[in-house]
């Protein structure tokens, strides 16, 4: 397959780079109408209060002429704005006036740091201080004055990331005005005399949704930092010392009713720690966390997980998910392995003697220290080393005498990610990643390395991409001899499509061996896979009949096993989206699968095969405008499969109520009836041994939430998150799965033990409080109160008050702390002792 799709990706990219060769509109890069500002260096730093003194900005030429992205794209923008760029030894400053004929009409709705696009008006910079049309810095801040800060890089973007940076907002009766001061210390530039940059500015007017940017942004091309303009006239700048450190110091009192004799209900702590960035030149930046400090990030969203695949769950501590883009692009950084569920957690009943009980089991591994280098040459080459460090892990158990002893749950470890990445012309890539787990007592080591590639025509039409990765374990499985053995695995991918345009259309195909094993530092559900797919986009992006824009979509996907070459499935699926005029949203997607599929992994013992009768799905959602005070989110989807009489229904209703430009509540309703559920259950008598048993369950699930924010100015704010997650699974009768990978119906006569076989009722909650206070840049005091309640019982109550009546008589950990954190930069400690 490979032999065949590569001559005709080249064949196609030299036709399409012909044909397009003679476009005299474009610039060398593929870009139409390319602006250009010029930057002045000031003698007189601005002050940062929101006033554009003439005297200090209009010495340059503003950058004019915004042209609108959405709606009625490539129209021009309804409102004028004149942008203003200076800069001295220290810093880049951006001043904007952003002129309105309805001044009392722009909204103003608070939010957090970093909560981006909300019902307000805002305006943002990007600087592609490289200029190599794929990476760059976004500065944004509303018209209420929240801060948003976002580093992009080739297609996606890192909202995790923070920069210390200046903003003032003004209201007058033209409209308001943007003053920032991005000092050098939090971008990167080349080391040379004279600088372009790439740069685009944003404006957003909130009461007519229309956003536009003052070089032109086509919604039919592929790619955003691709089609900026440029800056000029920046000249003889330097790179400061980079310096940075953030201590912390946080204290924790937790409570949990564990009720063991001799130990308090109640623990405590106190921490200490400290984040350090220092800049090793011009590009490269050194990220070090000592003694780092996760306690008070967001809870996890747990579930009842029925399937034969691990559960991701998001990342939620901020080292892991700042400044990341590079080791995450590959896809084999799953940065939750690091500090996560120990290695041996689940075996050590197997290493006790008889009569002893487990005292002890911690859940999570302890991180020692974390530390990352990150950055990019002035010839495009990203380059990024991370590295972590977690100590070893014991579970403590008891004999009968009262003796305790420890076994080892999780050896001393050493995490590590190298990558380099090549950005290339038309939008290309070339990217080399390397994940490393090394551990200590003998217990097995793994690693992987794999090469990714993008090739764009010049004019970003068409695009290549292919790549593959080879895994590597030692010593985790043994050869015939009871040796340890080096076990390999591949997997590679290519994918030839048409980005840009109203037709777009992709060929895909992805294998992966049946050895292939990334999930020591990565994820992955199961290998062992060939998937081949299809899929063909028509794109409306101007107004047509009453909609804004119109997309639609339509899939066809083929799936094989790598070894043995068995078939497995073949599907079909569509996706329509449209806006309204009125700027309400809506989904339509629907899909069938016309045979049967071959489902190789919900036996749980390999080759043993389930097939899956053919089955069809149909789904809708809609989306009101979100600028009314009262909005909201809907979707409803059925699923049905006519073998076993299999169905599955799912609704959801999320209200959204802006109270005042202050308050928001949102609140979340899903419930999903899935009835005849047909999938592999484990035998509670031999819970080590795969049962070949399947039920029949009825599977109803119930997820609430109530999220709410009071935002007492941009600095400060009041968050709440609560979550109750009720599913239950209720057993209608047993099968056993034949050989043939059929299903037969288990009666009383077969097997007299079916009552082994319980129900679940299963329950978590968990509340979220936070207080967060933004008193200088970069530092911040946090109150936390967290409680959380996990629950998993074999009766189903009747009704749902009866249950959530129970699931809070059940044991409840809280835990409340405080965490101090304050930024010291070097520069500015310098600043002050030399005046």
Known sequence: ?????????????????????????????????????????????????????????????????????????????????????????????????????????????????????????????????????????????????????????????????DAVWASHVKRHPEGWTVEMRIPYGAIRFPKAEVQTWGVNYMRIIR???????????????????????????????????????????????????????????????????????????????????????????????????????????????QFFTEGTELFNKAGLFYSRRIG??????????????EGEVILENPATSSLLNAAKISGRTQNGLGIGLFNALTRNMFAVVEDSTGNTREILTDPLTNYSVFVLDQTLRNNSFITFTNTNVTRSKNLYDANVSGLQIRFADRTNTFALRAGGNISQLYGKHKDAAGEPEVTLGHQYNISLAKVSGNLQYSLNHSVESDTYDINDLGYLQNSNEMSTSAQVNYNFYQPIWKFLNWNNRLRVNHGMLYAPREFTSLSFDARHFVKFRNFTSANLNWGFRPGDAYDYFEARTFPQVFIKPPAYDISGSISSDYRKRLAFDASIGHWESKRYNQSDWWFSIDPRFRVSDKLLLV?????????????????????????????????????????????????????????????????????YLQKDGTLSQITVEQDSKQSRFKDINFNTFNLDLVYSWRFAPGSELRIVWKNAILERLQQIPSSYYDNLSRTFQAPQNNNFSVKLLYFIDYISIRNVLSA
């Open 1 to 161: 397959m490979l032999n065949k799709l590569l001559p005709l990706a080249l064949t196609l990219i030299l036709f399409t780079t012909t044909v397009h060769a003679s476009g005299s509109a474009k610039d060398p890069e593929g870009n139409s109408k390319l602006k250009t500002t010029r930057a002045i260096r000031t003698t007189k730093a601005p002050e940062m209060d929101g006033i554009l003194e003439p005297e200090v900005w209009q010495v340059v030429a503003p950058a004019t002429n915004f042209v609108r992205f959405d709606p009625l794209n490539g129209k021009p923008s309804s409102q004028r704005t004149e942008v203003y760029m200076l800069y001295d030894n220290e810093a880049v400053y951006i001043g904007a006036k952003l002129y309105d004929t309805a001044p009392d009409s722009i909204l103003t709705q608070l939010g957090q740091r970093d909560s981006g696009e909300n019902n307000s008006d805002m305006f943002g910079v990007y600087l592609d201080t490289y200029n190599d049309k794929q990476n760059a810095f976004a500065f944004l801040v509303s018209a209420a004055g929240v801060q948003t800060d976002i580093k992009l890089s080739q297609g996606r973007e890192d909202r995790n990331w």
């Open 207 to 317: 009461r007519t949704r229309e956003k536009s940017f003052w070089n032109h942004v086509d919604n039919a091309v592929e790619g955003f930092v691709n089609q900026e303009g440029r800056a000029v006239g920046i000249e003889n700048i330097k790179s400061p010392v980079r310096l940075q450190f953030a201590p912390y110091v946080s204290g924790y009192v937790n409570h949990y009713p564990s009720n063991i004799e001799g130990k308090s209900n109640y623990t405590h702590s106190i921490n200490g720690g400290m984040d350090v960035k220092y800049g090793i030149n011009d590009a490269f930046t050194l990220d070090v966390t000592l003694i780092p400090d996760f306690g008070q990030t967001q809870s996890d969203n747990q579930i009842l997980n029925l399937s034969p695949f691990e559960v991701k769950f998001s990342e939620n501590r």
């Open 340 to 353: 996560g569920t120990p290695l041996l957690f689940g075996s050590v009943r197997k290493s006790m003697h």
């Open 667 to 735: 609140s979340g309703n899903n419930y999903n009836i899935k009835k005849h559920n047909i999938g592999y259950i484990p035998d509670p008598s031999n819970p080590g041994k795969s049962s070949g048993i399947f039920s029949d369950r009825d599977v109803k699930t119930l997820t609430t939430t109530l999220s709410g924010e009071y935002i007492f100015n941009e600095n400060t704010g009041l968050t709440l998150n609560v979550r109750h997650y009720w599913s239950r699974a209720k057993i209608n009768w047993l099968y």
